[in-house]
């Protein structure tokens, strides 16, 4: 059975300064990886995926994570925040069946806090 | 453009009332579709999902059931709700893009 655990239910940081939030999987079978962003009150936004290739992966505003498949492990980064990115940030597995997406399993998200 | 919407977007309801949350896809046909449940501190909850209409696999046994009457329609329903029946309700379809999408929410607080 898959699970992910995202390692920190909250992280407070200082504005500018730059953040991880970790995310950790298993699973025994090849997987896709997302991170998503939920602002209060709204549904969740896909910040970055994985699906093959780079372990490198590029999202949108300023965010990428990086694939460690022996770590089993996609962390989230951005070298510097800014008071918008106050959210709560969500990690995602779906297992890769052969090119098609299984159901997705979240974690259980974690609050970063962006202070002046 | 392929969007999805979901209403209400907050919903009061007495213990023991009738729960209807509705969800429909647009751009799309024959989406995979999802309910999720979000309650404070337990992350996300996949309730139901759907691959076509009428095809309804339910994830965790609860107070709560799903019907798909149309291809792009997803309705979450309860005859009687419990306060444990409380969150914030995600729908979701899965893009060709291999990305969910998630409807804006809906915000249920049983009294």
């Known amino acids: 059975a898959q699970s992910v655990t995202q390692l920190d239910s909250q992280v407070p940081v200082f504005e500018e300064a730059p953040v991880e939030l970790r995310c950790n999987y298993s699973?025994?079978?090849?997987?896709?990886l997302f991170w998503y962003v939920q602002y209060p009150n709204q549904g969740l936004q896909l910040l970055l995926k994985?699906?093959?290739?780079?372990?490198l992966v590029k999202g949108i505003n300023g965010f990428e994570a990086e694939f460690n498949k022996s770590q089993t492990s996609f962390h989230l980064r951005k070298p510097s925040v800014h008071i918008s990115d106050t959210a709560e940030y969500f990690c995602a597995v779906g297992m890769n069946y052969g090119g098609s997406q299984g159901n997705l399993i979240f974690g259980k998200g974690t609050k970063l806090s962006v202070k002046p | 453009s392929q969007t999805i919407h979901q209403w209400p977007a907050t919903l009061v309801q007495p213990v023991g009332s009738p729960l209807s949350l509705e969800c429909t896809v647009e751009g799309t046909s024959n989406p995979n579709l999802y309910w999720y449940r979000q309650a404070a501190g337990r992350g996300l909850q996949l309730l139901f999902y759907?691959?076509?209409?009428?095809?309804i696999s339910s994830e965790v046994p609860q107070n709560l059931s799903a019907s798909r009457p149309q291809d792009r329609q997803f309705i979450l329903s309860s005859k009687k709700l419990l306060l444990s029946d409380s969150g914030f309700y995600l729908c979701?379809?899965?893009?060709?893009?291999?990305?969910?999408?998630f409807g804006s929410g809906t915000r249920l607080t049983v009294v």
């Open positions: 759907s691959v076509g209409i009428g095809q």
């Open positions: 699973s025994s079978v090849s997987v896709y």
């Open positions: 994985y699906l093959s290739g780079s372990t």
């Open positions: 979701a379809w899965i893009r060709a893009d291999y990305g969910y999408t």
